[in-house]
DNA sequence: ATCCAGGAACTGT
DNA sequence: ACAGTTCATGGA
């Protein structure tokens, strides 16, 4: 992590490549998303240190990440996890020139990778997060996901208010394990999916289900069982979780309708490509799989602006 | 109206 | 193993 240290305020240098327009406007893809605020081309966050609720400001000057404490001046373990938690955000450490390297090779990277220059994975580093968000996504529609996660999030997570602003954070996991389905369905969620939900709360409040214990994992296919032996979590959300909160970058949620979608376009079809034919396609893709799939994600929001 | 959405479990064969 | 059905509601 390449970061300095100037005691009320940190500065991150990302890695090139690195285009934080281009990140900024992944973040900024939902009119509804309630765990950040960008203003003025400024990120603002609320994140939990060691029990503190600590909100951050990260700005871009000259590329680099300057980010500030607006509320009050932050301890040095806090500016460190904070650091850290940004350089995750931002998946600052996967080498993208290799991908890059890869792309050259291949007619729809190519032209993706050109156009999005500099565009890293935003991850979710909260695994609790990155389960529950994955399950309010399926099978709907993503603007009614977000929705979802509105409402969540505002009934069940902690806030802070600073000036006009208030501030979420994602509930925890320990706070909707003592959740009943009944709690969510007035949310609107399907009593299927409130069950999922308060299941997996509780195997991760409980510490059997952790991000720690699925790194250690001996392989990515270890992670990826271990996942979906939780009801509610099929193949599709394993992968997302794969790719978006442990870093695998083989990661593939190939039935992903997204996915589908943007292949579709990007070939010119007049239909979905099938299974077997997206098969063909990302053989050439090994070991980028994650990140070819980010970017085509990418390639649908062009499309709605 | 009608179709489908960044799926997964359940049921029947 | 595999295919069909159910869940459940909002967006376009």
């Not at 580093?125 to 969540?152: C, H, S």
């Not at 939780?230 to 309708?257: E, N, Q, S």
Request: with cysteine; aromatic share 12%.
């Amino acid at each position: 992590m390449n970061w300095l240290d100037n005691e009320s305020t940190i500065e991150i240098t990302p890695p090139a490549p690195f285009n934080y327009e281009e990140c900024l406007l992944f973040l900024g893809r939902s009119e509804q998303e309630v765990l950040y605020e960008i203003k003025d081309g400024a990120i603002w966050k609320l994140h939990r240190v060691s029990g503190n609720l600590v909100l951050f400001k990260i700005s871009h000057h000259s590329n680099k990440l300057k980010v500030e404490f607006p509320i009050s001046p932050p301890s040095q373990v806090v500016r460190h996890e904070i650091a850290e938690f940004i350089w995750e955000w931002f998946d600052l450490d996967t080498n993208l020139k290799e991908f890059y390297k890869m792309a050259v090779e291949n007619s729809i990277l190519n032209k993706l990778t050109n156009e999005y220059d500099g565009l890293r994975m935003m991850c979710l580093p909260d695994l609790f997060e990155a389960l529950t968000w994955a399950v309010m996504g399926q099978q709907i529609n993503l603007t009614f996901a977000y929705t979802l996660k509105k409402r969540f999030v505002e009934q069940f997570g902690e806030s802070l208010s600073h000036g006009e602003q208030t501030y979420w954070l994602y509930p925890s996991a320990e706070r909707i394990a003592t959740l009943a389905v009944e709690d969510l369905r007035p949310l609107q969620y399907t009593g299927r999916k409130a069950e999922y939900i308060i299941d997996l709360a509780k195997t991760v409040a409980s510490g059997e289900l952790t991000k720690e214990k699925l790194l250690k994992m001996p392989t990515p296919l270890d992670m990826y069982q271990a996942l979906i032996h939780m009801r509610g979590v099929g193949a599709w959300t394993a992968d997302y979780v794969l790719m978006k909160c442990l870093h695998h970058r083989a990661a593939f949620p190939i039935a992903d309708v997204g996915l589908h979608n943007a292949l579709k376009n990007q070939l010119g079809l007049e239909r979905k490509p099938t299974i077997m034919e997206i098969k063909e396609i990302a053989a050439h893709w090994e070991g980028w799989q994650a990140y070819a799939t980010f970017y085509l994600w990418r390639s649908l929001y062009d499309r709605t602006l």
